[in-house]
């Protein structure tokens, strides 16, 4: 069964790191774009960050650039969301999501509220807590 799976969520001081992972099963993640996204409660989803299926182009929400970054690593059928600098604020459930087109992830990142359910992969969501 094909399905996106998040982990490395956890508590956090204000100020701390984490590196979420996102791993394929079921399906090669190296032929997707893939994105993060985060929702909190009451909140509106809201995307984060894209990075290409083939050579690795990025794009950042400008709410996290600087302190988030997006990788992958193709043996591990995985993409990584690097978090630095956290701030309470940021505290939320985090999402992946692949999708075979980058321009499509890319509308879908800028506007969640639109397209999440035509994206052809999502996770269940892992929680992220950031105490202050």
């Known amino acids: 069964q094909a399905q996106l799976v998040e982990s490395g969520g956890g508590l956090v001081q204000s100020g701390g790191s984490l590196r979420l992972s996102c791993t394929a099963s079921?399906?090669?993640?190296?032929?997707?774009?893939v994105g993060w996204f985060r929702q909190a409660p009451g909140k509106e989803r809201e995307g984060l960050a894209g990075?290409?299926?083939?050579?690795?182009?990025?794009w950042y929400n400008n709410s996290v650039k600087g302190r988030f970054t997006i990788s992958r690593d193709n043996s591990e059928n995985t993409v990584y969301l690097q978090m630095s600098n956290l701030k309470p604020e940021d505290t939320s459930v985090y999402y992946c999501?692949?999708?075979?087109?980058?321009?499509?992830?890319?509308?879908?990142?800028?506007?969640?509220?639109?397209?999440?359910?035509?994206?052809?992969?999502w996770g269940k969501g892992t929680q992220v807590t950031v105490s202050s």
């Open positions: 990075i290409r299926a083939r050579d690795g182009t990025t």
């Open positions: 999501a692949a999708d075979s087109s980058f321009n499509y992830l890319k509308q879908v990142l800028t506007s969640p509220a639109a397209g999440w359910d035509g994206l052809d992969y």
């Open positions: 079921g399906f090669n993640l190296d032929d997707y774009a």
